[in-house]
């Protein structure tokens, strides 16, 4: 497990090095400047030496069977890339949404016009992806999923409800304004999109994205 802490202002700092004295499979790394997201991640990446690459930001939980389950669907869809169902909580834990739908795959032109794939229920096999980084960009995630299925992979989703994506009120991915910003960016400056095509399914990704918040 590599923890890389942006640059945290609470306990995270005790909490992870007393963590990782007592288990030497936990690897805890300090950022000296914060970075944001992309820049946290990638330094995982890069610290990470397994096959298989899993994600979890800070403030979502994976149910105890969330791997082992995951897994056993990869080796048997033969994928290089997977997802998850997912229920949406509250800061404190006491409230709990709805599964949220997800499609059986996802193409690259399929994703363009979706927001399906969450973070936290993503694992990566690198054996088959061959060797990634990530882009310190608008929406570094879904720019990452975006270029693996433009090599040609799909994305698997498990039809299984295994992670909690915990709904902060003033976190950047709630800028519903800001987030349909980047996505547009995405598809100007790095997918290169022709504009009527870009509009195309930036309509479709508000749809689907609409349809999403509406379960909690």
């Known amino acids: 497990m590599i923890v890389v802490d942006d640059c945290s202002t609470d306990a995270t700092a005790d909490i ?26 990638d330094t995982a990446l890069k610290l990470a ?9 800070s403030d979502d939980l994976w149910l105890p069977n969330k791997l082992e389950g995951q897994l056993a669907f ?16 509250n800061r404190d834990a006491t409230q709990c949404g709805g599964s949220i739908r997800i499609p059986p795959s996802l193409t690259y032109r399929q ?3 979706n927001t399906a794939i969450t973070t936290s229920t993503v694992i990566l096999d690198r054996a088959k992806t061959g060797e990634f980084s990530i882009i310190n960009t608008y929406y570094d995630d879904y720019a ?26 003033r976190s950047v991915s ?19 999109l022709n504009l009527p095509y870009a509009m195309w399914c930036f309509a479709n990704y508000t749809w689907h994205a609409t349809l999403k918040y509406r379960t909690f």
């Open 74 to 89: 990869m080796r048997e869809k033969d994928a290089a890339i997977s997802f998850t169902q997912f229920r949406r909580i």
């Open 111 to 113: 994703l363009l016009k």
């Open 16 to 41: 992870l090095r007393s963590f990782a004295a007592g288990d030497s499979r936990i690897r805890y790394v300090r950022h000296s400047q914060n970075g944001g997201p992309a820049r946290a991640r």
């Open 49 to 57: 030496k397994g096959r298989f690459i899993a994600f979890v930001d």
């Open 144 to 169: 990452l999923w975006l270029e693996l299925l433009r090599r040609g992979f799909v994305a698997h989703g498990l039809q299984e409800d295994l992670t909690r994506y915990r709904v902060v009120g």
């Open 174 to 192: 709630r800028n519903k304004l800001r987030s349909a910003f980047w996505v547009w960016r995405i598809y100007r400056d790095i997918e290169k």
